[in-house]
């Protein structure tokens, strides 16, 4: 079977086109095509590529987080990478955030973006460790916040979803926390999506980082 790959046009070089035309050329169960941004939405919704390619506008990130929001909205299923000039911590956070599931240097070898594509495609992230930790630091140096544990309402988090945490905490994978807790990497990305929008509604998620994810955690897995 085949990996539908579909990546959003753009001015950069080098092209969207050139870029697909080599991965095809590097992997044959790559399957790619570049469209207009005007064709977006509807083949989101009619023909959902497996992962969709995009260009990260730094000037205007919220034209790439409408679409992230799109993809996420018609087309469960597909995985989103995003190609970049440049990224810091802040941005690979962003990302999480808006559903990406990786990132990748605009300069990376064909052969690097065509892994990224399987990675993503079989339920893990493409972010590098280094990278993500480097993130999560950068988050736990924020001012920490006590998070009452009987808070009561929508916004409290599930134990399974307070376990899945302390694994991203700990640089696993989708897949990997999948195969920990005996899961599908869906259930995993649901139960990340669910303690997103309950942290973010509340307001708590640099507080929940501080409190979850402490530093001895995020480097006690020997990276």
């Not at 990406?100 to 594509?117: N, Q």
């Amino acid at each position: 079977m085949q990996i539908t790959l579909m990546a959003i046009a753009w001015q950069g070089q080098p092209s969207a086109a050139r870029i697909l035309q080599d991965i095809e050329s590097i992997d044959r169960g790559i399957a790619a095509e570049a469209i207009d941004l005007r064709e977006v939405r509807s083949r989101l919704d009619t023909c959902p590529p497996d992962v969709l390619l995009l260009e990260f506008d730094a000037d205007r990130p919220s034209a790439t987080w409408e679409i992230l929001a799109d993809a996420s909205r018609l087309s469960l299923g597909t995985q989103s990478l995003l190609l970049c000039d440049d990224f810091s911590p802040a941005h690979v956070l962003e990302f999480i955030r808006h559903g990406a599931s990786g990132c990748l240097l605009r300069a990376c070898t064909p052969e690097f973006l065509a892994k990224a594509v399987r990675s993503v495609h079989a339920g893990d992230t493409w972010f590098g460790r280094s990278d993500l930790l480097e993130a999560l630091r950068s988050q736990l140096g924020a001012s920490p916040l006590h998070v009452p544990a009987d808070e009561s309402g929508d916004e409290q988090l599930t134990a399974r979803e307070r376990e899945i945490l302390k694994l991203i905490g700990c640089a696993m994978s989708n897949k990997e926390i999948a195969r920990r807790l005996q899961i599908s990497t869906a259930t995993v990305k649901t139960h990340l999506h669910n303690v997103y929008v309950k942290l973010n509604k509340s307001g708590r998620y640099k507080a929940f980082l501080s409190e979850e994810l402490n530093p001895r955690m995020v480097s006690g897995n020997g990276i």
